[in-house]
């Protein structure tokens, strides 16, 4: 059994869903595991993790849109204000959406769906600069 | 250390709640595992993973409501409408909950509180196939 | 490769978010695994967990707050009524957060971000016992 970490740095450039299946598989493809256990970890409260349909550009537009509208940016709704009217919406959205994720290894793949991509989802409006932690368990 | 994997086919009809507790709990107890992790990974993004209570059914009647009140299925409100009106708020639904839960195996056994059971959440209308990934780890 | 398994008691006195980083953080510490994954999971369905900034007491409140005010207390809205207008609430609110937690060890400390506290989040309006399972692995 073997263990394998790394740090992906993702910028990010305003609200939106930001896709890096890609890397994340190339890198797991790599450290020569069969079966095992991958998990992502995102340091940050503003910003968060979704696996989603990675065919239809739409379904990420609508997912964000949701998010906008359930969690809305009206700063009478909240006391911590000081850092922006978009920074306690944020911090609400990441706690609806996930912290972390793991995916299993299965025969040297990740066993995700055909339609499921990795996203990295942004909940600031600024740019901001991202890490996501790796982990990778397996033999 | 060791590690096991298997693949749960679930068949859905229609919105709701599907518990399979007992096979996931009945495969877990076959491996000779007695302390370790299991993961369990939906490969889809218009179905996902929950653990709730499981006395009364009438948690899981208003929780599959309280979904589908406040993700409406109102084609004005979305983009991606061409594979009907209940596939975004599927997939938003979905990122409301979990792909992926991980629960630690203690004394032989999933370490469930006494009133959680392991559950499919369907977020379409129609019948479907679902695959849930498990992956089991320990000794 | 080891493993090492506790459970943290926590007892929560109302609604709100319990942050238990330090308890979690000690105990990690005290395992001498310089890589791993910590796993950390809630035994019940009417409380949750959740990793949230722990820089101001406000977002605390006001994810609360949030989340009373999306998932309301109208028994009106629900069939499970038996056990108080507080419970359907807290099991569609614990849906919302998260049951498990996952997080990597990296040089012997847990990767969470400057601001990220681990907390537990109490859905209930009365005092509760609260169990979480800690589950680590790595060498």
């Not at 896709?19 to 994340?24: H, K, L, Q, Y």
Request: glycine share 6%; proline share 4%; charged share 20%.
């Amino acid at each position: 059994m073997k263990q394998a970490q790394t740090i992906f740095d993702i910028h990010t450039k305003g609200q939106g869903l930001y896709e890096f299946t890609r890397e994340v598989t190339f890198w797991a493809g790599q450290q020569a595991i069969v079966r095992g256990l991958l998990t992502l970890f995102i340091r940050h409260t503003s910003a968060s993790l979704t696996i989603q349909e990675n065919a239809d550009p739409d379904v990420q537009y609508d997912l964000n849109n949701f998010f906008r509208r359930v969690v809305e940016e009206n700063p009478s709704l909240y006391r911590h204000t000081c850092e922006g009217p978009d920074d306690m919406p944020a911090h609400i959205r990441s706690a609806l959406t996930d912290v972390q994720l793991s995916i299993p290894m299965v025969h040297g793949s990740l066993a995700l769906g055909t339609w499921q991509g990795i996203y990295l989802f942004e909940h600031r409006a600024m740019a901001h600069d991202r890490q996501v932690v790796a982990h990778l368990l397996g033999e």
